[in-house]
C-alpha cells in the first residue's frame, strides 16, 4: 500500500497501543523511535502535499475492499481530519481488544467464536473506512487550498 496520510495516522495508533500495553524496555524503545519516525514522516507528508511535492491524484489510495455489504454494517465516520483521526484511534483500540480474544481462542465458548470473527471482520473494514476518510478530507483540504 502507498504511504497516506490515513495510514501514517493508522501506523501511529498502534504504535502508541502498543507503548500503553507493553512495559518492557527494549520494546518501548524501539517504539518511542518508531514513534518519532512516524511524527517525523506525517510532518513531512504534510508539508510535501501543501507544497505539491506529492501531486494531488497521489493523496488517496483506496483499499477496494470486496466483501459482502449486507451483514457486515459498519459505522459511518464524518467530519474533520482530527475528528476521523480520533474515530481511527478508537476503532483501533476496540480492534486491539477483540484480537486478544483471538490470542486464546479455545477458551472462548463455541457459541461466541462466530460473533468474535465477526466483529474482528468488520472493525477492520471501519478501520480502512477511517484510514480512507482521512485521506479524502486532506485530499479536498489541499484542492481547496490550490483553487482558492
Known amino acids: 500500500m502507498a504511504e497516506t496520510l490515513g495510514s ?13 500495553h507493553t512495559e518492557d524496555k527494549m520494546k518501548l524503545q524501539n517504539l518511542e523511535h518508531q514513534e518519532k519516525q512516524l511524527i517525523d514522516e506525517i510532518n513531512a507528508y504534510i508539508h510535501n ?10 493523496l488517496t489510495f483506496a483499499a477496494n475492499k470486496v466483501y459482502k455489504e449486507k451483514g457486515n454494517e459498519t459505522r459511518i465516520f464524518e467530519g474533520t481530519i482530527g475528528k476521523v483521526f480520533a474515530e481511527l484511534a478508537l476503532v483501533n483500540c476496540e480492534l486491539w481488544h477483540e484480537q486478544e480474544k483471538v490470542y486464546d481462542f479455545e477458551s472462548i465458548p463455541n457459541e461466541e467464536k ?4 465477526k466483529r474482528l471482520a468488520v472493525l477492520n473494514l471501519e478501520r480502512n473506512q477511517c484510514i480512507e476518510k482521512i485521506d479524502s478530507e486532506f485530499k479536498n483540504l489541499i484542492i481547496s487550498k490550490i483553487t482558492s
Open 114 to 117: 462466530n460473533q468474535v470473527v
Open 49 to 58: 502535499a501543501i507544497t505539491g511535492m506529492i501531486p494531488v491524484e497521489k
Open 8 to 20: 501514517l495516522c493508522d501506523k501511529l495508533t498502534i504504535v502508541k497501543l502498543k507503548q500503553y
